[in-house]
């Protein structure tokens, strides 16, 4: 009797620590690392600590899965057992055949501990990493760090095996570099976003827009001729001024007589300067800036 309570007290430590490895491996996962680096600013050794493990999460994502195998595997030798020695007393009690008696306790036994390490071991420590990773992390931290170091032969073997066996499927190398979002996950996010006003938002239409860039050319962005306020040679100053006090951009394309050729840029500042000097402003061409001319599928 004494021993079946040692091993229904050991299948459920194993629970405890399936459920502890799978909340580290989540709540690993889950931290960013501007989270990790601000977590070893405000709490100390344990925070510097959580920042060197996040630092190398392949290896410590590693000894997460090593560690919920192992619990699993030992939750499955003695949990079944020792709820099928406590049970089976009690049909035999009822009058059940030896093998009915066994089979019984032993689907019971195996249900109780499959709920158990369902719901304990994985379903709860998940939600609860999912939900708190800062503070599942800096809770882990410390003891994985030593089951990693306790089991690094073990760790290192696994991983050698499994980069070993992925360079011959041509894969390369066990890694999880990828901690950045990818362009769409970031307009995902950026798309979730609610405003605060009853205006929309600036800096969240810019950032869209920013996000949707590189799927443009210059073609997509161009101005039609139609809806461009422009100069022209043969314009006087007159002219000029007059579409200035107008439209009262800063600066202007300047085109060959026949709106064809663009000559360069007009900015109104240095017209403006060479007025407040005195200078002659009859002709209007030296004061053109270059123009920087792109292809319309750039």
Same mark, same amino acid.
């Given at each position: 009797?004494?021993?079946?309570?040692?091993?229904?007290?050991? #299948?459920?430590?194993?629970?405890?620590?399936n459920?502890?490895?799978?909340?580290?491996?989540?709540?690993?996962?889950?931290l960013?690392?501007?989270?990790?680096?601000?977590? #070893?600013?405000?709490?100390?050794?344990?925070?510097?600590?959580?920042?060197?493990?996040?630092?190398?999460?392949?290896?410590?994502?590693?000894?997460? @899965?090593?560690?919920?195998?192992?619990? !699993?595997?030992?939750?499955?030798?003695?949990?079944?057992?020792?709820?099928a020695?406590?049970?089976?007393?009690?049909?035999?009690?009822?009058?059940?055949?030896?093998?009915?008696?066994?089979?019984?306790?032993?689907?019971?036994?195996?249900?109780?501990? +499959?709920?158990?390490?369902?719901?304990?071991?994985?379903?709860?420590?998940?939600?609860?990493?999912?939900?708190?990773?800062?503070?599942?992390?800096?809770?882990?931290?410390?003891?994985?760090?030593?089951? &990693?170091?306790?089991m &690094?032969?073990?760790?290192?073997?696994?991983?050698?095996?499994?980069?070993?066996?992925?360079?011959?499927?041509?894969?390369?190398?066990?890694?999880?570099?990828?901690?950045?979002?990818?362009?769409?996950?970031l307009?995902?996010?950026?798309?979730? @976003? @609610? =405003?605060?006003?009853?205006? =929309?938002?600036?800096?969240?239409?810019?950032?869209?827009?920013?996000?949707?860039?590189?799927?443009?050319?210059?073609?997509?962005?161009?101005?039609?001729r139609?809806?461009?306020?422009?100069?022209?040679?043969?314009? !006087?100053?007159?002219?000029?001024?007059? $579409?200035?006090?107008?439209?009262?951009? +800063?600066? &202007? =394309?300047?085109? *060959?007589?026949?709106?064809?050729?663009?000559?360069?840029?007009?900015?109104?500042? *240095?017209?403006?300067?060479?007025?407040?000097?005195?200078?002659?402003? *009859? *002709?209007?061409?030296?004061?053109?800036? =270059?123009?920087?001319?792109? #292809?319309? $599928?750039?």
């Open positions: 009797m004494i021993g079946n309570l040692l091993l229904l007290a050991l #299948a459920l430590l194993l629970v405890v620590l459920g502890f490895f799978v909340a580290a491996e989540f709540a690993l996962v889950k960013r690392h501007t989270q990790a680096v601000g977590l #070893a600013e405000k709490n100390g050794w344990r925070g510097r600590l959580l920042l060197n493990v996040h630092a190398h999460l392949d290896a410590y994502l590693s000894a997460c @899965q090593l560690g919920i195998t192992l619990s !699993s595997l030992g939750l499955g030798w003695v949990g079944e057992p020792a709820f020695h406590l049970l089976q007393p009690l049909f035999d009690t009822l009058g059940l055949t030896p093998e009915a008696s066994r089979l019984t306790a032993f689907i019971i036994a195996f249900s109780i501990i +499959s709920f158990l390490h369902i719901v304990l071991g994985e379903l709860a420590p998940k939600s609860m990493a999912i939900r708190r990773p800062e503070a599942m992390s800096l809770w882990t931290a410390a003891p994985l760090y030593l089951f &990693y170091w306790a &690094y032969p073990a760790i290192w073997l696994l991983n050698n095996s499994a980069n070993a066996l992925l360079r011959l499927a041509g894969w390369g190398d066990v890694e999880h570099t990828s901690h950045r979002y990818s362009r769409e996950e307009k995902l996010i950026v798309g979730r @976003q @609610q =405003p605060t006003g009853s205006a =929309p938002d600036q800096d969240l239409t810019l950032m869209s827009h920013a996000l949707e860039l590189p799927e443009l050319v210059a073609g997509d962005l161009m101005r039609s139609d809806h461009m306020r422009s100069f022209r040679d043969g314009m !006087s100053l007159a002219d000029v001024m007059a $579409e200035f006090a107008e439209s009262r951009y +800063s600066r &202007y =394309p300047w085109f *060959d007589r026949d709106g064809e050729e663009v000559l360069g840029i007009l900015h109104m500042k *240095d017209l403006l300067v060479e007025i407040a000097r005195g200078n002659p402003t *009859d *002709d209007l061409r030296p004061l053109l800036r =270059p123009a920087n001319l792109i #292809a319309l $599928e750039t």
